[in-house]
């Protein structure tokens, strides 16, 4: 009788050993549906990080300029942030709804479609947009901030108006690739053009001397550079032979029909960004102002960049459920937000732990200032809790997007921010002098009722795949 070799009873127990983890990890998740959500968040967590270090390389150079230049190219970056750039993104989302669920229920033409009219109303909404940054100055007095700082902020800002239709173009890019679950292309659009913009930013701040509008009109290129390079690859690339028939009158029709939807999207995410704006705000008017601008501001920064994890798996989520529920698998659906909720946990307590044992090293990337950074330790554990719930929460959003909630979750974040998270920030920051930790603890408290909120509205509502694109199949077939 022959004798086994070593060797193969080695790989006979390695291979039991990795089926005896595989059988442990799927009594806790589904571990073919996380692999899957895995290889679709990470693409877009980088093409989203990509598109944030843009406009933050055009705030670093400003910044190396001079204190004015970097406050101006601050504010404006804040400011075009929230009345532009989140507007754009949120109206995109409604093509997360139409073109997922489009998708999934193999209406391919009509998601080609979908995109034009997004980009029709998100270029109506950009000339509206470009008009208030053109003229941010006043209002931006009218807001108290310094005059020279406005002034400065405002040059930014014009030149960043080519940059804001590019942006608004990207969205609806990114989304029509996203719910085709074609992300790789994503990553490659978005890391190249940002290369290029460190260059590019240089050769315009220094080598040509453009200085303090040169970085900003850098942004703008590499932007609109990153817009051809993904509309090329649509227009030739045969993965789009179904669903881009190239341009169509019959997109005006679609316009109207989709506004709902687009404007509660819209809604939806500029009131949440708005909501931690407001806070550095009012952290201005504490008796320390300065340090607690900075600290407030530093909260804000580390929760901004904690949620483009939690993104990649929003849009994981969204493209998922709105895909299935296309094609009528409601129960497979409801199973990737169950998956989605455990991943985006265990990366957010990842990512805690690291920002609790390196704090000091994080704190002393935005500042020297030893005070701010022995406050920003003590803030600590209020960050994390506001992390794990937005964590939650921009998971729960995602699922909103693909189920075409937009309308329920805009009014969820009306009310958890403005009617109890801001009360409740105003009662502890300054009448029971918490101030700093007060602020944040009103900002959980909104997070955590927008959650339960929209934890609710994912159990309890009915899950149906949205009308209108039934309406369409139907007005396919009379055409």
């Known amino acids: ?140 007095i009218l807001l108290h901030q310094d005059p020279s700082v406005a002034k400065m902020a405002t040059i930014y800002l014009r030149f960043l108006i080519p940059g804001l239709f590019a942006y608004a173009y990207l969205q609806c890019l990114v989304r029509f690739l996203q719910t085709q679950s074609l992300v790789v292309p994503l990553v490659i659009c978005s890391l190249l053009p940002l290369v290029f913009d460190v260059g590019l930013t240089y050769l315009f701040v220094h080598t040509l001397g453009l200085g303090f509008i040169g970085a900003s009109l850098a942004s703008s290129i590499s932007l609109w550079i990153s817009v051809f390079m993904l509309a090329i690859y649509v227009n030739y690339s045969e993965k789009f032979r179904y669903t881009w028939e190239g341009l169509s009158m019959e997109s005006f029709q679609h316009v109207l029909p989709s506004l709902k939807l687009a404007t509660s999207s819209a809604l939806m995410i500029c009131l949440e960004y708005c909501a931690f704006e407001i806070l550095v705000l009012l952290a201005g008017l504490m008796p320390n102002s300065e340090n607690s601008t900075s600290l407030v501001a530093m909260c804000v920064q580390t929760e901004a960049i904690a949620y483009m994890i939690t993104y990649g798996f929003s849009a994981a989520v969204s493209t998922r459920v709105s895909n299935e529920m296309g094609a009528g698998n409601i ?8 998956v989605t909720l455990k991943l985006s946990f265990f990366l957010a307590l990842t990512f805690l732990l690291s920002l609790a044992f390196g704090q000091k090293i994080w704190a002393k990337s935005f500042t020297t200032n030893a005070m701010i950074i022995k406050d920003f330790a003590s803030m600590t554990p209020l960050l994390s809790v506001s992390i794990l719930l937005d964590s939650a929460q921009g998971v729960l959003s995602g699922v909103s997007r693909g189920c075409g909630w937009q309308h329920l979750a805009a009014w969820t974040n009306l009310a958890c921010f403005y009617l109890v998270g801001m009360p409740v920030a105003l009662l502890f920051g300054f009448k029971l002098g918490f101030y700093d930790k007060g602020l944040w603890l009103g900002l959980i408290c909104g997070l955590f009722c927008q959650a339960t909120t929209l934890l609710v509205i994912t159990i309890r509502s009915k899950w149906t795949k949205l009308d209108l694109v039934a309406q369409d199949e139907k007005n396919r077939l009379l055409v």
């Open 331 to 338: 129960k497979k659906a409801k199973n990737a937000v169950s």
């Open 1 to 140: 009788m022959a004798s086994t070799s070593p060797l193969v009873v080695d790989f006979e127990e390695a291979g039991s050993e990795a089926e005896g983890v595989s059988g442990f990890m799927s009594k806790f998740i589904d571990v073919n549906e996380a692999r899957t959500q895995l290889l679709f968040s990470v693409p877009m967590i980088l093409t989203n990080m990509s598109y944030y270090a843009v406009t933050l390389v055009a705030v670093m150079f400003a910044g190396h300029l001079g204190d004015v230049e970097l406050a101006g190219a601050t504010l404006g970056n804040s400011w075009g942030t929230v009345t532009g750039l989140s507007l754009m993104t949120g109206l995109s989302g409604a093509l997360e709804t139409l073109c997922g669920q489009g998708y999934g229920a193999k209406l391919y033409r009509m998601l080609g479609i979908y995109l034009q009219s997004s980009i029709i109303l998100t270029t109506f909404a950009s000339v509206i947009v470009s008009i208030l940054w053109y003229f941010s100055e006043p209002v931006l």
